[in-house]
């Protein structure tokens, strides 16, 4: 089932998202990259939901036009939030 596939790629998405507050130093957040530090790691580990989000995103019309609507930067960051969520629900016993 679709739900069972995205669970076991959010799962797959810990180690991308661990990360302790000792590790985030002025150098880190000087030469932080979002496309090489979550986006291109994410379409790597999460190839189903992130094309589900892609597809919600892009509208028939412009997929028909072709026009390149940035929704990349947005799919990370509803990953990200879901991840978050999930966590959040699992500490309150209201998922499985």
């Not at 000087?30 to 892609?54: A, R, V, W």
């Not at 947005?74 to 990200?80: A, P």
Request: aromatic fraction near 2%; glycine fraction near 0%.
């Amino acid at each position: 089932m679709v739900i069972d596939e995205v669970d076991a790629e959010m799962e797959a998405t810990k180690n991308i998202f661990r990360m302790s507050s000792k590790d985030v130093t002025p150098e880190l957040l000087l030469s932080f990259d979002l496309d090489t530090s979550l986006t291109k790691p994410l379409q790597e580990t999460t190839p189903l939901l992130h094309h589900i989000l892609l597809s919600a995103m892009q509208t028939v019309r412009a997929a028909k036009e072709k026009k390149h609507q940035h929704v990349e930067a947005v799919s990370v960051c509803v990953i990200s939030s879901t991840k978050s969520i999930i966590k959040l629900m699992k500490m309150n016993s209201t998922v499985p």
